[in-house]
Structures are given as structure tokens and as C-alpha cells.
């Protein structure tokens, strides 16, 4: 049953108002009366009514700065004002006030009916719509990872203005940070004979995958997961730590390998220039990915490890090559071949994007960072730094560049 609040100082007005019509046959009940302005208030903090019958002039707190103060403890609830001829001059404030409707004393017992059943048809419709929003919003959580995709797949296409994303970011309930990164992960095909432990379903495969990398990332708070046509898997995720975020990519492609026997290759990137930048970001990775997957399966294998163990001082083409078994030179060929830059410039490129993320902690003096990343001489990893970078590490920190 809807509730009715009755707030009139005259006591013969609220008992002529109580008695006037059958209130149960119209579904309310009146649960209670006010005296004044300062009881009503309290009485509207305590049974929430939906209705609220009102004089204008009551003593300590008039009518009008109660409907004012309602607003802010109860917004939603209808008020009609029950006022004489005599107080007709506030009328308009009150309508400004944006009151439901109102009633002439004396009362009329028809007049009071057909305002009160507008009244209740009024909250029908609104406990109509507040139904209908609640179930829309249930059925856009029970969807909303199908949605996301559509969403995603779109943005990805080229199909969507800026403000198309931005709405739809805010109706997906997907947070974007002024920190965020995005994490590419794909499997290896040509890798499926030889080291699966099992053959899985592919729509189980990835979920396994997201469920795994979803787990590891939980302390930087996981936005959205994205799985494109071609199966790579988009993880958009808030970074809180440079260092160790850029870390996740190598501690992910192991224990997926661990927990499910399959080798997946991964690529990070941030976002440092906003929503704008997403897209070009998304398509970088994908590139990269698409570049380790199509290498053969030692090169790959050999990527994998420099990446694990970048930090190891005496790490070299031949310790590397005795690793997988082949000749060093035959192991230097495909490297140059397969992606286009020697063994060492490998190896550099990877300890200096290492760096590059140690140095985000003002706390990590060079020669740590240089330590941190494989270097023994502080002097060989600033001028490895200043080669593949084009300034110092010095001037990198001092925003230089």
C-alpha cells in the first residue's frame, strides 16, 4: 500500500481528511499527522510516505519551507498542498516549487478523491518505470559481457564518434583512469601438437585465459576484457606500479602454461594520452602479437627467455643457444631473420624498456636501475641507454624528452 502523511495545525482538518473517504479501497494507508512544519519534517525522515497533504500556514516551519526542505529528504514523493481561498497568493511559489497538485478548503470529498487517485496513478507509473529500469539494468548485467564486445568490436572499426564511445563507456560501467594499460594475449597455434595437455574448446580456452590473467592482475583492478575475431584478448587494467605491471606479461604467459599446458604470448602497452589514443594502441598490440606468433617456435621460445631473465649480467648468445640445444650461429641467423634485429640488440632493446620502467620510481638510483636490468657498469648502461633512446638516463628522468 502506497503511505499518506497528513500535516495540517487545525486537528478538525486532519480528522475530516482522515474520515472523508475509504483510503484502504484506494491502497494507502495514512501513517501518520503532523501538527506543524517541524513534526512533518521529522515524520517524513522516519516512515518515508509516498504522499504528503500539506497546509500552506502551519506554525515553526511554513509549508513552503517544508516542500523545500523535502526536496532534499525526499525528492520523489508527491505533494499536495490543502490550502483556502484566503492563501491562494502562495500558490504560485508553490507550484515553482513543483508540487503535484493542490485542494481548496473547505475540502471537497470529490475533489479529494480525484486528486488522490491521480496521485496514486502517478506513482503506478513511476513504480512502473523504476520496475522496468531495474529489469533493464538486470538484463545489462546479466549481458553486459556480450554488450562490452559488441562495444569493443565497434570502437575498434572505426564505427563510433567520440562521444558514441564516451556515453557507451559510461552504460558499459567501464572506468577509465588517467592510468590505465592495455594487455594483449594470444595463443600459439603451430605450439597446439606438441605441448597441449589437452585439447580444449576455444570459447573455454579463452575464459580459462581471462580467468587466469584476471586473477594475477586483481590488485590493479581489472576494467574490461575484450576478445576481437581473430582471438586476441584484450585486458584493459589500472596501473598503480610501473615496474611490476610490466613485469605481468612474463609471470602471465607462465602460469598459463602451468595451469593449462599452453604457450601464449603477450604484449603491454599504457595509455598516455586518453580515449583517443586506445584504438592505435589496440592495433599496435595486435601487430606485435601477430609478429611473435608467426615466428618459429625456437626464436620464439628464445624471446620468451631474455624476456625472463633480462637481468642475468652474463646472459649471451651462447649460454641462450645451449638452452634450446642449437649452434649459437644457427640460433643468431634466425633471430636476424625472424625479427629483424641482432641477439644483443634484442637483449638491449629489452633491458632498456625495463629500465625505462624502473625509472618511473624516483626512489631507484641509475646505477640500481643499471643493476636491476643486467648491467654491472653504470657508464655501459648509460651509453646502452643513450643509443637506443638518443639521451641519457640523467636527462630521460629530468623530462628532457
Known sequence: MYKLLIADDEARIRKGLRNSINWTELNIEIVGEAEDGEIALKLVKELKPHIIMLDICMPFLNGLELIKKLKNVNEKCIIIIVTGYDQFEYMHEA?????????????????????ILKAVQELSKIERKRNYLNWTSRQVDENLNSLRQVFFNNWFKDKLEYKDIIDELKFLKIKFSDHIGMISIKVVEKFKFELYFKNWDRELLNFAIINIA????????????????????????????????????????????????????TEQEKVLSGINEVKDIYNKLVDKINEKTQCKPVVLLTMKYINKNYHVNDLNLQSVADQFNVSSSYLSK???????????????????KKAICFMEDPKMKIYEVAESVGYSNQHYFCKA???????????????SI
Not at 575475431?229 to 598459463?256: A, D, H, M, P, Q
Open 214 to 265: 584476471c586473477d594475477l592482475l586483481e590488485k590493479f583492478k581489472p576494467e574490461a576484457v575484450f576478445i576481437d575475431e581473430n582471438n586476441n584478448i584484450i585486458i584493459f587494467t589500472n596501473i598503480c606500479s610501473g615496474s611490476r605491471w610490466y613485469n605481468l606479461g612474463i609471470e602471465l604467459e607462465e602460469k598459463v602454461y602451468s595451469y593449462l599446458g599452453y604457450i601464449v604470448v
Open 385 to 399: 641507454f643513450k643509443k637506443v633512446i638518443g639521451v641519457s638516463p640523467t636527462e630521460y628522468r629530468g623530462g
Open 95 to 115: 507550484l515553482k516549487l513543483k508540487v503535484f497538485d493542490y485542494i481548496l478548503k473547505p475540502v471537497n470529498r470529490e475533489n479529494l478523491k480525484d486528486t
Open 334 to 352: 634466425l633471430i636476424k631473420q625472424e625479427i629483424g634485429i641482432s641477439f644483443s640488440d634484442y637483449i638491449t632493446n629489452i633491458r632498456i
